[in-house]
């Protein structure tokens, strides 16, 4: 069976894989969609979120820090890991304070995008309304941590991309929060860019650029035209 | 004083003392604590720039422990162990009146800066409950007559160090002694023993006594040994003395009586892979053993066991101990390899295991005290030693902490296999209607179930026995065990960082008497949920008591949910529109609307 050497399937489909890919990698590359949130392919893995979580040969496991191994038998829309993972979103949405009808980020939020790939149709559980700081000293940047979802996200892009290292996870459980790499913890202390990487790859509205808002309109914004899904899926 | 360290530590001095290494942040930060009641805002940055460390990863590391505060505490900062089983012994009830006595609300300093009272989780003196700490330094058997006392000696500044001595007296706890707390190593001997045999065969003799990992997760420490053995590289031994699990306090005693049997094993460990450091990994509710500890590493580096060409084999290997800062997530072995690190206590991503990739990027053999302990002894005293003791599957004698409604709590040392039941009879527990074995994290059993095993194969438990009688209402159990898991998430993972909060919530609601079917459904739905997509064995096993009791005590559950009700909502109108009420000076009855 050479077949199977450099080959794993997921919901019974073959998927091909290099040595060292990630399931959730080698799946992407294959143009087979994962719902995620804290990955992003062009940074290390982070594994937080959970939203990626596959059942391996009968375990549970983020696929985008499990390593693919031949032969191995991927379930990933399997009914029970979809109401799982429309739980950590529903979950995700309660934590913070996430108001969809005036986002800036509306329609370009992938928070929002995987919401509806997976058919939330509520929260379902009691919302927590915390009480976050909002950053907006910078001239052109805005930290607004109501609507973060700790995916470390910006920290690993700040740091690896943009070679900054502006931003960390700090506090503890349910108080784990953002916070910025300056003496004052102000964004406008720090040499961030409205063009940085950090602020792009934010999965949420938590970082945006200011005096930038509903650039488009409603039915031409990026997941308007097309659901999340197809971003993956539509490149092969 | 504050602290023995005084305000005249300078962070240079700290910084000094330390030598600059970044690994050991937590430990200057934990001086900052102590000699300020506080990390001030000065102290991020100074260490930020002289360890060359990202001001964020410092202040994330304040942020995570809960012994460190960005904000004065008291001059005398008190807290009492929330444990369930200190509880029960009126740990609340004495913390309450502390705080009323002095005018303080739990949890703040008061406004003259003079004391703080908290509550803190377990701090690993059950068996001599209430306990509790007081500028660091541990008390048992807190009364309320000592609170009055208590309270005179903080309004009259009176240091800590010149309280009464008896109030910090720490008993052994020792009820039943076996095989390892019969058996005292002359210093040297098991190492001697090892070289003499050879090291590859002592780690036969580890692998053939059958000895499992004495925290609880049962992972043979042959194998583990071996693992790292065969693993190419620098390696580092790691000794996990967390000690976080509530109903806990068996390594207590270990650290405190049998320190030289622990540092035996780890530089058997040491040697056996060519490691030259290892470390001890110890709760910050230790600290006070910390001296006694130092003193016996002082004796071995003099007589050679520790250092250059340890008993002339010509390998070197060395100790140290590093002290925790409040989290229950470093008892978690990767989690405890970050915070050795000097950081945020996050479970890291597993693959590789810590054998391949652990401290610092090398091979790491990690294991609990007690599991070293037997090592020494096994490798000094041979398997069968061991394994002749114990059953097939659970070989040899474990250490079990005792705490609850029985006559004699304390530390029994007995045979794996052994019943439920029998473990009562000797504890005095007989009346039990439940016991909780492997504390929150582990397994609630009720009376139809007492024949079942304390082992690796049933039941199995770094320790923890927490007995509670008729009287006890288990839901209020449950309830305080989801405070104590939302209370200690890392916050890493959303299941567990989201997860236990909401399993709190709806335990709350439940216990208040305002759940409905509806909630308990909830419970069991999310409960399932936070076990299953959890990172690790924090979340993994923080909903097992609610899930448990659920399941044996389910009349105390229905027996207090609404019955005609089958949804109650989550918030209360009236307290929502209070705010608005007060602007608008209107005063509709709303509270008519829900509940009745």
């Not at chain 1, 070679?163 to 202390?189: A, C, E, M, P, Q």
């Not at chain 2, 020792?174 to 090291?199: H, K, Q, S, V």
Request: proline letters at 4%; aromatic letters at 8%; one cysteine or more.
């Amino acid at each position: 069976m050479s077949e199977t050497k450099n080959t794993f399937t997921l919901d019974g489909q073959p998927v091909v894989f290099e040595a060292g890919q990630t399931i959730m990698n080698a799946a992407l590359a294959a143009g087979h969609y994962i719902p995620h949130l804290c990955h992003h392919r062009e940074f290390k893995p982070h594994g937080s979120c959970k939203v990626c979580t596959v059942r391996v040969n009968g375990w549970l496991s983020a696929s985008c820090t499990t390593p693919a191994s031949a032969g191995a038998k991927v379930e990933s829309e399997a009914p029970d890991i979809q109401e799982a993972r429309r739980r950590i979103v529903q979950m995700l949405f309660i934590e913070g304070n996430h108001f969809c009808p005036f986002c800036v980020k509306s329609g370009n939020c992938q928070l929002q995008a995987v919401a509806y790939h997976l058919g939330m149709e509520d929260t379902s559980l009691p919302h927590r309304f915390p009480s976050r700081a909002m950053d907006a000293s910078h001239p052109d940047v805005v930290l607004d941590r109501d609507r973060c979802i700790n995916c470390s996200l910006c920290v690993r892009a700040s740091r690896d991309a943009d070679g900054k290292d502006l931003f960390g996870l700090s506090g503890r459980g349910i108080d784990t929060h953002l916070v910025v790499n300056s003496s004052t913890g102000l964004l406008k202390d720090t040499n961030i860019d409205a063009n940085d990487r950090a602020i792009q790859v934010c999965p949420t509205g938590a970082l945006l650029v200011k005096r930038r808002g509903y650039e488009q309109p409603i039915g031409e914004r990026r997941f308007d035209a097309q659901a999340i899904e197809c971003e993956f899926e539509s490149k092969y | 004083m504050a602290s023995p360290l005084g305000q005249s530590v300078t962070l240079h001095d700290i910084a000094a003392r330390h030598l600059h290494a970044r690994h050991r942040l937590l430990q200057m930060l934990r001086e900052v604590q102590a000699s300020r009641s506080y990390v001030p805002e000065e102290a991020i940055q100074f260490f930020a720039h002289v360890l060359n460390l990202p001001i964020a990863h410092v202040r994330g590391c304040v942020e995570f422990y809960s012994f460190l505060h960005t904000t004065p505490r008291g001059q005398f900062d008190v807290y009492f162990s929330d444990s369930v089983t200190d509880r029960m012994a009126g740990s609340e009830i004495v913390a309450k009146r502390l705080a009323d006595r002095l005018g303080v609300t739990l949890g703040q300093p008061r406004a003259d800066g003079r004391v703080t009272v908290s509550m803190t989780s377990c701090t690993g003196h059950c068996e001599q409950a209430p306990a509790g700490l007081a500028n660091g330094r541990v008390f048992t058997r807190m009364t309320e007559a000592r609170i009055e006392k208590m309270a005179s000696l903080i309004e009259h500044g009176v240091p800590v160090s010149e309280w009464p001595a008896e109030w910090f007296h720490v008993d052994d706890g020792i009820r039943e002694r076996g095989i390892t707390l019969e058996t005292f190593i002359p210093p040297g001997e098991a190492i001697r023993t090892a070289l003499a045999r050879g090291l590859p065969a002592t780690l036969d003799e580890v692998e053939r006594s059958g000895l499992q990992g004495r925290g609880g997760a049962g992972f043979p420490v042959g194998r583990k040994w071996r693992g790292a053995y065969e693993t190419k590289g620098a390696h580092y031994i790691t000794c996990n003395a967390d000690e976080g699990e509530p109903g806990t306090f068996k390594d207590r005693v270990l650290l405190a009586k049998y320190a030289d049997e622990l540092f035996e094993g780890m530089t058997i460990a040491g040697l056996l892979v060519g490691a030259k450091k290892g470390y001890v990994y110890m709760r910050g509710e230790y600290e006070y053993m910390m001296e006694g500890l130092q003193t016996v590493l002082e004796e071995r580096r003099a007589a050679g066991l520790l250092g250059e060409n340890i008993c002339e084999s010509g390998l070197d290997f060395d100790l140290r101990i590093h002290l925790g800062a409040g989290a229950y997530v470093c008892g978690e072995q990767s989690a405890l390899l970050e915070s050795l690190e000097g950081k945020r206590g996050i479970p890291r991503v597993r693959p590789p295991s810590a054998v391949k990739i652990g401290l610092f990027g090398q091979s790491t053999i990690n294991n609990n005290v007690e599991s070293f302990v037997q090592a020494a002894q096994i490798a000094w005293k041979g398997a069968e030693w061991f394994s002749d003791h114990g059953e097939t599957k659970s070989r040899g004698t474990k250490l079990l902490s005792i705490a609850g409604d029985c006559q004699r709590p304390g530390i029994y040392e007995l045979p794996l296999g052994i019943t439920v039941r029998e473990v009562l009879a000797r504890c005095g527990g007989e009346n039990a209607k439940a016991v909780q074995v492997g504390g929150p994290a582990g397994t609630c059993v009720g009376r139809d179930e007492f024949d079942r095993r304390v082992s690796y194969a049933d039941l199995a438990t770094g320790g923890s026995i927490m007995v509670f009688n008729d009287l006890r209402d288990m839901v209020d159990v449950a309830r305080q065990f989801a405070h104590f898991f939302a209370h200690e998430s890392c916050g890493f993972c959303t299941p567990c960082r989201v997860g236990t909060q909401m399993l709190k919530h709806y335990a709350d609601k439940i216990a208040d008497g305002q759940g409905t079917q509806r909630d308990l459904e909830q419970v069991k739905s999310i409960g399932e949920f936070v076990k299953g997509y959890s990172h690790c064995g924090l979340g993994e096993t923080a909903p097992n008591t609610l899930l448990d009791t659920i399941k044996r005590f389910p009349e105390e559950y229905t027996s207090r949910l609404l019955a005609e009700a089958d949804f109650v909502p989550d918030f209360d109108l009236d307290a929502s529109v209070t705010e608005s009420r007060a602007l608008t000076g209107r005063q509709d009855q709303l509270d008519q609307v829900h509940s009745d």
